[in-house]
T-cell receptor
Framework: DAGVIQSPRHEVTEMGQEVTLRCKPI?????LFWYRQTMMRGLELLIY????????DSGMPEDRFSAKMPNASFSTLKIQPSEPRDSAVYFC????????????FGEGSRLTVL | AQRVTQPEKLLSVFKGAPVELKCNYS??????LFWYVQYSRQRLQLLLR??SRESIKGFTADLNKGETSFHLKKPFAQEEDSAMYYC????????????FGKGMKLTVNP
């Protein structure tokens, strides 16, 4: 298994543009998480899905951010319009739902908004 | 609200020295605590969990509910231990989500 797959690995865009980040969780995992990593705030949970349903989106910064999980093998995180303060590394992670506490992380998508 | 605090951002030691990475948490219930590690150019991964009471790569961590701490310790650091370390908390109930601290960078010098 290739693990959690994220794309793109790097994205550079200009302020005001739409950004879409993609994630493919590990097959069979039923929980999916989007985290944002910055120097100032560390790892922040943005949203998490269980069985494709959003369970907790309290970490989504504002209406410019949206996330979807149309099926068990795909999720997107969209930022529209993007702002320079959105620059960060965005991680997707999945877990088996067996409450082991083990999240499997992707390699991250590094976003730079100019 | 749940919160995880890692008071130090950086720690630099020499090979063979003991290390202690501090972690404090805030949660009114009974938490589950974890340490995650991210080595250079690798994915963030689970290092150990308090309920397992295990030693991984020579690291141990004991949950101290009185002090609300879960410090990570290793008696003799190795160069390959250099990495970012994150302490994480999961609350009771059915939630799978983890709340992470801000992380700490450990550098072990030769």
């Amino acid at each position: 298994d290739a693990g959690v797959i994220q794309s793109p690995r790097h994205e550079v865009t200009e302020m005001g543009q739409e950004v879409t980040l993609r994630c493919k969780p590990i097959s069979g995992h039923n929980s999916l998480f989007w985290y944002r990593q910055t120097m100032m705030r560390g790892l922040e949970l943005l949203i998490y899905f269980n069985n494709n349903v959003p369970i907790d989106d309290s970490g989504m910064p504002e209406d410019r951010f949206s996330a979807k999980m149309p099926n068990a093998s795909f999720s997107t995180l969209k930022i529209q319009p993007s702002e320079p303060r959105d620059s960060a590394v965005y991680f997707c992670a999945s877990s088996s739902g067996l409450r082991t506490g083990e999240l499997f992380f992707g390699e991250g998508s590094r976003l730079t908004v100019l | 609200a749940q919160r995880v605090t890692q008071p130090e951002k950086l720690l630099s030691v020499f090979k063979g020295a003991p290390v202690e990475l501090k972690c404090n948490y805030s949660y009114s219930g009974s938490p589950e605590l974890f340490w995650y590690v991210q080595y250079s150019r690798q994915r963030l991964q689970l290092l150990l969990r308090h309920i397992s009471r295990e030693s991984i790569k020579g690291f141990t961590a004991d949950l101290n509910k009185g002090e609300t701490s879960f410090h990570l310790k290793k008696p003799f650091a190795q160069e390959e231990d250099s990495a970012m370390y994150y302490c994480a908390l999961r609350t009771q109930g059915g939630s799978e989500k983890l709340v992470f601290g801000k992380g700490m960078k450990l550098t072990v010098n030769p």
